[in-house]
């Protein structure tokens, strides 16, 4: 997501700001500004791409003044150009905004806002908040007045900043729900503001949290805290003790581990707008453009995508053909491309990829394109090619994912997965609205359900230690968690250099039982679902063969004892959703093992994020 910083001292802040941004550059983001204020006038300065762009529009055209806010964009709404960077200003240009999340609601907001003649300059979610706060700038408030009229009205999540020449030497902070940090860094005769700590450092390490709900009015002379309420509130002042490097990591000894740990917080951040409240229906924005009447008309699907992404889209087969009866084919990209695919009038062809310039789906999208095909991509970059290429277009809204292997991205085409697989069976007629209503309240369930997982940690940690020597590993799964087993064997592979193999249980008869004996640790997923009596015998195989099991089983699962040597333990939830739990166990494990390896897991090696080689 998007970084934050501001400083309000007797310095000149343009400098103190761009350096905090580029303390800040490790999280990704696709365009950059700043908004500083002095003697009633505000110098706003913007720039698409790298900061060195920000730099050169700053070197051309200065700006002073002791006071001013900053911004690294990670686009959700609208695509990353100038235009769309922030700040974003008012109508008069005297008050601007910078603002980290999603508001939900900012187009019911920005309605009346242009039947009042507001002029609008951007795409972005965002700019609704300055001209809200212009309305109430106008009756003579305070900043923070004007903020705490209007952030209670957004629905969503967000940590925005504001200055404002109208009221000089001051920014005013606000979170709402648990989107972004909102820090403040307590100086001598100077305070500062930052998403995250990195970006404070080297100016303080005595920091306050503001929570969701909470608002902070910081001037060169102190820092006030405020609730809804207009309260003030006493925050406690915390010392910060890590170094700049761990501080990137938020304390985690690497992204990977941060990335998993992010996933409730991203699963929600995914989920935002997507449900109408008024008919429970699944609704996607402005990029999905496929009408009903083209829902109804689809014949088949092929879903593609690379490592991770394809287990991702396998999953997608499992769900669409279930939820939506529409036959799916999953593909290699690299195969696709360079073979003679069949695609029909009435078939969407789905890329999934969480960079958006993975060479090998980009050439399959063209491929499928050039036959005809409509093309719809889940990807998490905003205005990286596929989302270019494609006609319709799914954000995974999972933020900048740092670590090589992908974890949260994955997690969060899982449940765009689970959104277009309900919305599709909406449409169609072929989801019962009762059954479609519960497993959308258990979507909604998943990022309680992932934050129990995470703190099973210590015993997957213990596990991971105990088998973290074994050379080879075999990963079992069934039904919608087979493509778990795979992603988990995959996982496992690039991490740890182990070799791992994932397969579908019932395939072991026919050549992998070949492989068991009592030094193979065999990973299987054992849920509490359609595939449980099977798996258990699957099991069974293993065991009469000396194997060692691990399994992963559902809480309340008394009779896996019996049959596993070592148990880990998800919440129940439906089959279908099963995928988004039983997989963390398993990046958790495999980041454990490649860990105690002493393995560079952030960079594995011969790997990288984005492939954009054949
Ligand atoms: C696995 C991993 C890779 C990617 C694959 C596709 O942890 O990171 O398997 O999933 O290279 O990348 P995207 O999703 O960017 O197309």
Redesign the pocket.
């Known amino acids: 997501m998007c970084g934050i910083v501001g400083y309000a001292g007797p310095q000149q802040a343009l400098p103190l700001l761009m350096d905090g941004l580029k303390r800040l550059e490790y999280r990704g983001y696709d365009s950059a500004g700043v908004a500083i204020q002095h003697d009633g006038v505000l110098e706003i300065r913007r720039a698409e791409g790298k900061l060195a762009n920000l730099a050169a529009v700053v070197a051309k055209s200065p700006a002073a003044g002791a006071t001013g806010i900053g911004h690294t964009r990670w686009a959700t709404h609208g695509r990353p150009n100038e235009q769309n960077a922030h700040p974003h200003v008012d109508c008069g240009g005297v008050t601007a905004v910078i603002h980290n999340g999603i508001i939900e609601n900012f187009e019911a907001l920005k309605k009346p806002l242009v039947d009042k003649g507001h002029r609008f300059m951007s795409e972005t979610d965002t700019e609704v908040v300055v001209h809200l706060i212009e309305d109430e700038l106008k009756s003579g408030k305070s900043l923070e007045d004007a903020a705490l009229a209007v952030v209670p009205t957004l629905e969503g999540a967000a940590a925005l900043a504001f200055v404002s020449a109208k009221d000089p030497g001051k920014i005013v902070a606000a979170r709402i729900s648990n989107a972004g940090g909102v820090i403040v860094g307590h100086g001598e005769g100077e305070n500062y503001l930052a998403s995250d700590i990195p970006a404070l450092l080297e100016h303080t390490r005595t920091v306050s949290y503001v929570e969701p709900g909470e608002f902070a009015v910081i001037t060169a002379g102190g820092v006030r805290f405020l609730d809804r309420a207009g309260t003030q509130l006493e925050k406690a002042k915390t010392t910060i003790t890590w170094d700049t490097v761990s501080a990137a990591k938020s304390g985690y000894k690497h992204f990977m581990l941060k990335e998993i740990h992010e996933q409730p917080r991203v699963i929600s951040d995914t989920l935002l707008g997507r449900v109408d409240r008024a008919s429970g229906r699944v609704v996607f924005d402005a990029d999905l453009k496929l009408t009903d009447d083209a829902v109804r008309a689809l014949d088949r699907i092929t879903l593609l995508?690379?490592?991770?992404?394809?287990y991702a889209a396998l999953v997608g087969k499992y769900l669409i053909e279930r939820l939506a009866r529409i036959p799916c084919d999953v593909e290699i990209p690299s195969e696709y491309r360079y073979r003679d695919p069949v695609v029909t009038k009435g078939q969407l062809v789905i890329s999934?990829?969480?960079?958006?310039?993975?060479v090998d789906?980009l050439a399959a999208m063209e491929e499928g394109k050039k036959r005809g095909a409509r093309l719809l991509t889940f990807v998490n970059v905003m205005g990286s090619q596929a989302s270019r290429m494609a006609d319709d277009v799914i954000y995974l809204h999972a933020g900048p994912e740092i670590s090589?292997?992908?974890?949260k991205?994955?997690s969060t085409m899982l449940v765009d997965l689970y959104l277009f697989a309900i919305f599709l069976g909406q449409r169609r007629g072929t989801l019962d609205p009762t059954a479609g209503g519960k497993l959308l309240a258990e979507v909604f369930h998943l990022p309680t359900l992932v934050d129990a997982v995470l703190r099973e940690e210590p015993k997957i940690k213990a596990l991971a230690y105990r088998h973290h020597q074994a050379k080879d590993f075999l990963y079992l799964g069934r039904g919608v968690n087979y493509p778990t087993a795979l992603e988990g064997a995959?996982?496992l592979k690039?991490l740890s250099y182990s070799h791992a193999e994932g397969t579908a249980a019932g395939e072991m008869k026919h050549g992998i039982n070949a492989l068991i004996d009592e030094s193979l640790p065999v990973v299987a997923i054992v849920l509490q679902d359609s595939t449980y009596k099977k798996m258990l015998s699957n099991i069974q195989e293993v065991r009469a063969r000396a194997g060692a099991v691990i399994a992963v089983a559902n809480d309340d699962d008394e009779e896996i004892a019996q049959n596993a040597s070592e148990v880990i333990r998800v919440p129940k939830t439906n089959e279908l959703l099963s995928p988004a739990l039983a997989v963390v166990p398993l990046h958790l494990f495999a980041y454990h093992v490649a860990d105690r390896r002493g393995n560079d897991v952030d960079q594995p090696r011969n790997?990288a994020?984005?492939?954009t080689v054949e």
């Open positions: 995508g690379c490592g991770t992404a394809g999934l990829t969480q960079s958006g310039e993975t789906t090589v292997a992908s974890t991205a994955y995959h996982k690039e790997l994020k984005a492939v």
